[in-house]
T-cell receptor
């Protein structure tokens, strides 16, 4: 069974700080890992998608890395801004019993203080 | 247009009611998904449709009945729900349903069952 854990569960940082969010998964046989942000009561916004053959992806101030062998991914946010405040979720996609599955992590709630 | 729309935004229903949630996308995607998200929990996959055919049912109770009338539209019919079914219901789509694809999420329908 694939279990996805995110640490820390909550994080509060001052504006301008660089920060790292962590995502761990128990089964390394994944197809890809996707990072999302979710604002309170809203849907999910896709941030970055890393295929299993890739090591990292970058978009603006965001950089996501993937180490499949150790079951870890990190999301690096540079020069954080109050608008980055949200819950960040990672999701892994894998095959189980011949069917594709998606398991989300437990989430990290980020607060960036002006 | 990278938008997935969901209606209604909010829904309150009694345990004897029948209601439907609607999801629409015009990106030409051939895979559509329903997720359920309880408060402070990550989303959980319910159903996957690929080319208008149900490809995954994650052991969801029969009081939830999905329908995909065409490639742009996905419905979730609700009947005889329980209060514990109260949650945010998220719809997503991806290009072909392959494991390497980005999923695009709608804003969700917040459901309250009384």
């Amino acid at each position: 069974k694939q279990e996805v854990t995110q640490i820390p569960a909550a994080l509060s940082v001052p504006e301008g700080e660089n920060l790292v969010l962590n995502c761990s998964f128990t089964d390394s046989a994944i197809y890809n890992l996707q990072w999302f942000r979710q604002d309170p009561g809203k849907g999910l916004t896709s941030l970055l998608l890393i295929q299993s053959s890739q090591r990292e992806q970058t978009s603006g101030r965001l950089n996501a890395s993937l180490d499949k062998s150790s079951g870890r991914s990190t999301l690096y946010i540079a020069a954080s801004q109050p608008g980055d405040s949200a819950t960040y979720l990672c999701a892994v996609r894998f095959l189980s019993g011949g069917y594709q599955k998606v398991t989300f992590g437990t989430g990290t709630k980020l607060q960036v203080i002006p | 247009d990278t938008e997935v729309t969901q209606t209604p935004k909010h829904l309150v229903m009694g345990m004897t009611n029948k209601k439907s949630l609607k999801c629409e996308q015009h990106m030409g995607h051939r895979a559509m998904y329903w997720y359920k998200q309880k408060a402070k929990k990550p989303p959980e996959l319910m159903f996957v449709y690929s080319y208008e055919k149900l490809s995954i049912n994650e052991s969801v109770p029969s009081r939830f009945s999905p329908e995909c009338p065409n490639s742009s539209l996905l419905n979730l019919h609700l009947h005889a729900l329980q209060p514990e079914d109260s949650a945010l219901y998220l719809c997503a789509s991806s290009q072909l349903g392959g494991v390497g694809e980005t999923q695009y999420f709608g804003p969700g329908t917040r459901l309250l069952v009384l």
